[in-house]
């Protein structure tokens, strides 16, 4: 009998405050109901809704908040396509300034590069470069424990374990997530219309990298010399290619003694 | 517990039963929120303000609700719910009427206010069988202990980003070895007098 009422009067009691509970709540709701713009619903639909965080704000719903309340640029998302940013601002009545379209690119192919010691820790690239700088002598070399990979909320990059992870151009809206947890820091945006990449690094003095590995750029200055449009040249031991000039002519691919300048 | 006077368990509270830094509740929003002195300052203010009420509100529940109907099995979930009830309206009306105070928290409003200091307060007052007047006392200076611990932490976090850090113990190690030396240190206030 005894167990019989505290059943009983636990369900009653447990009921009833629910019931209260619930019924605060709705009222509350109904009384304290923020009135939301409904211009940031209609954004609200045209954003992705992947919540990348590209734009530099906590998802996609307070971008669209922010774009409304605070006037943010309604051209910060790298996700959406022109049109979609213009009919944003079109809503907004601003005029939204569209950013080059970019993808993240892989600046390594450090496979061949040498290793300092054999690391058998967890299996995360952070982990792994905290441990006197990596277990590959290069510094900016991929340890490819894919933390990019796990990172990108698109799932662009294809990674296997121990492998360079590739990025895949379609899916990759250059949101620069990768670009955060990178630890060696090898990964960087460039233009789409990008047809030719350096793909290293590192900033040490050539002979150094050449003893570290087989595809390091080691400074050797041909590409800036070959370049019928003088478009590379040498910042910190590293070829740079400026964009703006480059015509992917592919001259300084076939020149590149130690393989660092690809091709599309 | 009648015979401690309301000073002694404001005490007792705040330094000698510090919730972080002798029981190791509110970890998470301890280390995840303490970023700059402002911040946390105001982060400590908030939990003073809803944990005292949430206290209150889980006494009156405990000791009008339960206890006369031999409940007491069921005071997790009981307290759980109001909490969970109360900073909810807390947070309603602070959007509605406070808009900027959400925006400078950041998203840790919702963090801070809903953490397991709450539920461990409405635990400990029921469990010491406070009054109404002591358990208020109580989660107030549960509340501000929180708060002293928070700052005290912040403080020194923001001194050491200035020194050189050995690159393994950078961020949360050393936040970790910090909380453990500030624990040790609150440790020898024990012996003051005991709850």
């Known amino acids: ?264 | 517990m009648n015979e401690l006077n309301l000073f002694s368990i404001f005490i007792s509270g705040m330094i000698i039963n510090n919730i972080v830094l002798i029981w190791f509740i509110g970890l998470c929003s301890f280390l995840r929120v303490s970023v700059s002195l402002e911040a946390s300052t105001g982060m400590g203010i908030a939990i003073i303000f809803v944990t005292t009420i949430s206290s209150a509100v889980s006494w009156i529940v405990y000791n009008y609700l339960l206890k006369p109907y031999n409940l007491e099995f069921l005071k997790i979930i009981v307290f759980v719910l109001f909490i969970a009830l109360f900073i909810q309206l807390v947070a309603m009306f602070i959007k509605k009427n406070i808009p900027g105070l959400l925006k400078s928290s950041g998203n840790y409003f919702t963090l801070i206010t809903a953490n397991c200091v709450m539920l461990a307060v409405a635990f400990l007052q029921a469990e010491y069988r406070f009054n109404f007047i002591q358990s208020l006392v109580f989660s107030l200076g549960i509340s501000c202990g929180f708060a002293l611990a928070v700052i005290l932490f912040v403080s020194i976090r923001e001194r050491l980003e200035l020194a050189p850090v050995p690159k393994a113990l950078k961020g949360y190690p050393l936040s970790f070895f910090i909380a453990a030396l500030m624990s040790l240190a609150f440790m020898g206030f024990r012996g003051l007098f005991g709850l």
């Open chain 1, 1 to 264: 009998m005894q167990t019989m009422n505290t059943i009983i009067n636990s369900v009653l009691i447990l009921g009833g405050i629910s019931l209260v509970l619930g019924c605060i709540i709705i009222i509350a709701l109904r009384k304290y109901s923020f009135p939301t713009d409904p211009r940031q619903n209609k954004i609200q639909e045209l954003l992705p809704g992947s919540n990348c965080g590209a734009c530099s704000f906590n998802g996609c719903n307070e971008y669209a908040e922010a774009m409304v309340m605070i006037g943010a640029e309604p051209g910060l998302c790298c996700v959406i396509d022109d049109d979609t940013a213009k009919k944003i601002g079109g809503i907004l009545g601003r005029e939204a300034h569209l950013k080059e379209k970019q993808v993240a690119c892989v600046l390594c192919q450090g496979e061949n590069s040498e290793l300092k010691y054999k690391y058998s820790g967890t299996e995360e690239c952070l982990a792994a470069s905290i441990v006197s700088g990596g277990f590959r002598s290069c510094e900016n070399a991929c340890l490819g424990f894919g933390d990019c990979a796990s990172a990108c909320s698109f799932s662009a990059i294809s990674w296997q374990k121990g492998q360079i992870p590739e990025i895949i151009a379609e899916k990759c809206n250059a949101c620069g997530k990768c670009l955060k947890v990178c630890p060696v820091n090898i990964i960087r945006l460039i233009p789409r219309s990008a047809g030719i990449y350096v793909k290293c690094n590192v900033q040490n003095k050539g002979l150094t990298i050449k003893k570290m590995c087989t595809v390091g750029c080691f400074t050797c200055g041909d590409c800036v010399k070959t370049c019928p449009e003088k478009a590379i040249t040498i910042v910190n031991e590293l070829a740079k290619i400026d964009y703006s000039k480059c015509t992917n002519c592919g001259i300084c691919v076939d020149n590149c003694p130690s393989g660092v300048l690809l091709s599309n």
